[in-house]
């Protein structure tokens, strides 16, 4: 079946640092891939998505390559701030439209 | 935007207690969906519904049921709550394909004593 797998956190930063959170995935043909956020006390957020091989999702400073050849979708951004402090999750959707999810990578950004 | 709104953000009930979790959405989509997520597990889908008096067993649905009676209403039923149902359970929508991914609620917390 499909399935998600992110690194593990938690993810320490300070302020300004490059962030990568890994991300890959098992899948048949062409899922649909996406990235919410979760800051504390709230639901999941949509924060970007790519549906075909090489397109580039982005948002808020983040981005992430929808690289089919790797099965990946890692997230990036250039230079964190103290309010990128959340729970990251990697999903995808294929076919039926259900989610799955990688297990979620916790991320702290130091000031 | 759409709406989705879940009834509790926090929740205790003892072990044993019939517990009902409230999901309305304030648009007329079709699928509906009921997760709940744990530490170091992410979120596992117990439910889900593509349509009214339509239910669909996700990957963990032992313990739980659901009703959906109305197109906007989906509801997540405890029927008898056991401690190790402690979680954050999280309610979410989907429109326009898997493309589009989906809007999820706040959550609600439910702790069971």
């Known amino acids: 079946g499909n399935s998600v797998t992110q690194m593990e956190g938690p993810v320490t930063l300070s302020e300004e640092a490059f962030l990568t959170i890994n991300c890959t995935y098992t899948a048949t043909g062409y899922p649909s891939l996406f990235w919410y956020v979760q800051y504390p006390g709230e639901g999941l957020q949509l924060l970007l998505k790519?549906?075909?091989?090489?397109d580039k999702g982005s948002n808020k400073g983040f981005e992430a390559t929808y690289r089919k050849e790797t099965t990946s979708f890692h997230l990036e951004k250039g230079s964190v701030q103290v309010s990128d402090s959340a729970v990251y999750f990697c999903?995808?959707?294929?076919?039926?439209?259900?989610?799955?999810f990688g297990q979620g990578t916790r991320l702290t950004i130091n000031p | 935007d759409v709406k989705v709104t879940q009834s509790s953000r926090y929740l205790v009930k003892r072990t044993g207690e019939k517990v009902f979790l409230e999901c309305v959405q304030d648009?007329?989509?079709?699928?509906m969906f009921w997760y709940r997520q744990d530490p170091g597990l992410g979120l596992r889908l117990i439910y889900f519904?593509?349509?009214?008096?339509?239910?669909e067993k996700g990957d963990i649905p032992e313990g739980y049921s659901v009703s959906r009676e109305k197109k906007e209403r989906f509801s997540l039923i405890l029927e008898s709550a056991s401690t190790n149902q402690t979680s954050m359970y999280l309610c979410?929508?989907?429109?326009?394909?898997?493309?589009?991914?989906?809007?999820f609620g706040s959550g609600t917390r439910l702790t069971v004593v």
């Open positions: 999903a995808l959707s294929q076919g039926a439209q259900k989610l799955v």
């Open positions: 519904s593509y349509d009214v008096k339509m239910k």
């Open positions: 979410a929508i989907s429109y326009g394909g898997g493309a589009h991914g989906y809007t």
């Open positions: 648009m007329d989509h079709e699928n």
């Open positions: 790519a549906t075909k091989a090489d």
